[in-house]
């Protein structure tokens, strides 16, 4: 550990000087502006500047794509906040928590706390990284098929937490995202679902337009029916960075659960297949239950807990992808095989040899990381006052501009006018869900978690023969298993022993 | 101000987001191309067909080989398919081009993408070599190994694939040697590879350039290779199947240039022109087909053609038992 941190402070070194400074800080930065626009993930904008990086030297070149790639994880949150639109998947909690915030006229607070929290994240997940990174590229193999259906399966019966007031809504939600996510081709079998001779559908459904018009579009449709009033009379005069600041007794208090979510959402983040939303859920989920402050969180009011928790699991998560593929050459996210691309074509072999042969590469970059981070924080800080100002704008006007953000960031996913077809039918019908009392978060995170659920359920069934018992039989299977039956049963138990004691 | 700066700054990102769709319609009598020219991948960016894809635009690029500009064109799906898709629902069928392989052929087969008359091959650019491989210290240290143990736990061993391509490759073993080996489908080789060092299968299917660096770093063994001669190191001490016996069990993945139905000859021999040049540049056999572990195996428009009937028909015949 010793020698890694003599290797740190090397890469550290290499990291300042000012050519992979500037990469970092435009890296940095880009990444906080693609992250921002819905429709343009990190993956778009890494495989449109991969090009670019093929005459820099390699380091600066990976310096300036992994400040993309998390400075998107910080830019995500932006729009998810002020315009309840997530630019990815792992923003989808962020919108839920922190765009009743920006209605209250507290956006500059949720902003604030999500780019205090992505730092913690990102923070603790390269001390991880440079500590024990190999170690955990080895506990990460021991997650196979068996382990990641457990584990998805706990998450998904999380989702029965978030049911809303009528757990039968709830459910009908996500059903109906387990449905969408089931269209396109099975690629197991090579057989298509529910394409109706369409070749539009033939990929399925994507998250982007989906995700923008539920919950942008809606928002919209929202707004114009007079549905959503922003309450005039708070947001005026409270636009300095300085109202924006959480106090010092907020921010210690942020501390413990930032780095428990951290923790959770760097572990999880590095397991094969897993990935960011994954795990900011299950982090958020266990904020819920176990936080100090989860009556305010989930409800109508936002809280600066609910952000802080999904933010620094998902920038956690975000580093943690980079362990397999320093490690084991293997990315651990469809963003990471873009940088893993790159890497071949900078002429160095990922692999399980990397860092013998290309030390200074690898702890450049882990260097590089720190300094990013505070580089995107101070950046994000910086930028708060001015994302304020979108306050002031009224609805009338605010309304056809959400509009076109949310048609372009549909159009801007596949570069077709389906996907912006699907924002609108997304839209509408969110929009008429919503007025019947049926929630919207279900069905999106069934949506993201049901393929991952039924490919891994199906590939330990193809490995086992299909015998069920292979999810016992496997002990971190199994643990994962009791561990959501306990949640499951868990409140129905409560409720019998209340009512035991009341009898009595 | 600075509010200003910041607004025309986004605005600017939407209207260039925008422009990224729109192309011209209009062709006139001038000499081919006289319009952009769209290469369309039909998979995700940073896989092998899209860092394929990309290294031959910038080495068209780097050598002025066109003088249009190419846009490479991300649609991944289905396999394969819903870039094809894509492909189909052009209406100039002049200006678009699309990387192909053996897998994407059947993907077109199997979800009818395949339009009339099929498309039209432009050239074969190289072969992509293919191995069975374990984890460096599992129990099989050898095929004669691997398969005394699959005969003794008929479909007990599980072999990881990525594509129908890969289950063929199985079930070409499995007629080969008589035996039975399991096969489970994965989404990507990292995927089997981390699968394997796991111990949660115990083969996978892989091509030179996604397991060479496991293998050399120790974490992988390849047990044999279905290529005619051993590949490049550091795969270089791993047999052939026809060094072992089963010179049935030959097979390659061939990488092409493909243009949709009802492409003019024109641009048909145009391309596969720029093509032959490009494959002729250090930077190709170099950075690409030897750091790949590839076999460089041009052919132009009228060899490929004559070629990619044969294959196709091959491969619609396997994958139709497979489906049995």
């Not at chain 1, 208090?253 to 923790?263: A, E, K, M, V």
């Amino acid at each position: 550990m010793l020698a890694n941190f003599q290797s740190l402070l090397m890469g550290l070194s290499t990291a300042v000087t000012p050519y992979n400074l500037l990469a970092c800080l435009i890296g940095g930065v880009l990444g906080i502006f693609v992250g921002a626009l819905p429709g343009v993930g990190a993956v778009a904008g890494c495989s449109l500047l991969l090009p670019i990086t093929y005459k820099m030297n390699p380091v600066a070149a990976i310096i300036m794509l992994a400040g993309i790639y998390y400075g998107n994880m910080y830019g995500g949150a932006y729009s998810a906040i002020l315009l309840n639109i997530p630019g990815d998947s792992p923003a989808v909690m962020t919108a839920v928590e922190g765009y009743p915030m920006t209605r209250r006229g507290l956006a500059g607070r949720a902003l604030f706390t999500a780019n205090f929290s992505s730092f913690v994240g990102g923070s603790i997940g390269i001390i991880c990284l440079t500590m024990v990174g190999p170690l955990l590229a080895q506990i990460g193999l021991k997650f196979g098929p068996p382990e990641m259906a457990s584990l998805t399966f706990l998450a998904l019966t999380s989702i029965g937490w978030m049911l809303g007031d009528d757990p039968k809504k709830g459910l009908i939600a996500t059903a109906l995202g387990v449905m969408i996510s089931n269209i396109g081709m099975d690629a197991s079998s090579a057989n298509f679902r529910y394409t109706f001779g369409s070749t539009n559908l033939l990929s399925g459904i994507s998250f982007i337009p989906l995700v923008v018009g539920m919950f942008g579009f809606s928002q919209v449709l929202n707004m114009v029916t007079g549905g959503t009033k922003v309450d005039e009379s708070v947001h005026v005069g409270k636009l300095s960075l300085k109202e924006s600041m959480l106090t010092k007794k907020e921010m210690i208090s942020l501390l413990p659960q930032c780095l428990r979510t951290s923790l959770v959402g760097g572990f999880i983040g590095f397991l094969p297949g897993a990935g960011g939303t994954t795990s900011a859920f299950l982090a958020y989920m266990m904020e819920r239950k176990i936080n100090k402050h989860r009556d305010e969180m989930g409800g109508k009011t936002g809280s600066i807990y609910g952000v802080s928790a999904v933010e620094s699991a998902n920038n956690a998560a975000s580093v943690g992808a980079f362990i397999p593929l320093l490690s084991l050459g293997i990315p651990g996210s469809s963003t990471t095989a873009v940088l893993l691309g790159g890497l071949m074509a900078w002429g160095l072999k990922p692999g399980p040899l990397l860092f013998q042969q290309e030390p200074d590469f690898c702890w450049s970059l882990i260097g590089s990381m720190y300094i990013g981070n505070v580089l995107c924080l101070i950046f994000g800080l910086a930028v708060i006052p001015f994302l304020m100002k979108l306050m002031k704008v009224p609805a009338n006007i605010l309304a056809p501009i959400i509009t076109v953000v949310c048609i372009v960031g549909a159009y801007a996913d596949s570069n077709s006018m389906f996907a912006v077809w699907t924002m609108l039918v997304a839209g509408v019908i969110t929009f008429m869900l919503q007025k019947k009392g049926i929630p919207s978060t279900p069905i999106i995170l069934s949506f993201v978690l049901a393929p991952t659920f039924e490919l891994k359920v199906r590939q330990a069934l193809e490995i086992s023969n299909c015998n069920l018992l292979i999810f016992l039989q496997k002990p971190i299977s199994l643990f994962f298993l009791l561990f959501a039956a306990a949640m499951l049963l868990a409140p129905a138990a409560i409720k019998l022993v209340n009512r035991n004691k009341k009898g009595v | 101000m600075k509010k200003r700066s910041v607004l025309c700054l986004v605005l600017a990102a939407i209207l260039a987001l925008g422009l990224v769709g729109c192309g011209g319609g209009s062709s006139s009598a001038a000499a081919y191309p006289d319009q952009a020219i769209e290469l369309v991948i039909p998979a995700s960016a940073g896989g092998g067909s899209d860092i394929m894809a990309r290294l031959l635009v910038q080495i068209i690029q780097d050598n002025d080989l066109c003088s249009q500009v190419i846009t490479p064109v991300n649609k991944q799906g289905g396999g394969g398919s819903a870039g094809q898709a894509y492909v189909n629902s052009k209406s100039d069928p002049n200006y678009t081009i699309f990387t192909i392989n053996d897998a994407h052929t059947i993907a077109s087969n199997v979800s009818e993408t395949r339009p009339e008359g099929g498309f039209t091959p432009i050239c074969m650019l190289a072969k992509d070599e293919v191995l069975l491989v374990t984890k460096a210290d599992s129990p099989y240290q050898t095929m004669d190994d691997a398969i005394a143990a699959i005969q003794a736990n008929p479909m007990g061993l599980t072999v990881g694939c990525a594509d129908q391509l890969d289950k063929i490759c199985v079930f070409d073993i499995n007629n080969s040697y008589g035996v039975e080996f399991n096969n489970v489908y994965f989404d990507s080789a990292g995927e089997i590879a981390t699968a394997i060092m796991g111990d949660h299968v115990e083969f996978g299917i892989f091509n030179p350039s996604e397991c060479a660096s496991l293998v050399e770093g120790g974490e992988l063994k390849a047990l044999a290779s279905f290529s005619t001669e051993r590949c490049a190191a550091p795969l270089d001490d791993v047999p052939t199947f026809t060094e072992l016996g089963h010179d049935d069990l030959v097979f390659a993945m061939s990488r092409g240039i493909m243009g949709p139905a009802g492409m003019s000859e024109e641009a048909q021999k145009y391309w596969s022109d720029i093509f032959e040049k490009v494959c002729a540049t250090d930077a190709w056999t170099k950075d690409y087909v030897e750091a790949n572990g590839l076999t460089p195996t041009f052919m132009n428009y009228e060899e490929y053609t004559t070629y990619y009937e044969e294959n196709e028909k091959n491969l619609v015949e396997k994958i139709a038992v497979l489906g049995e």
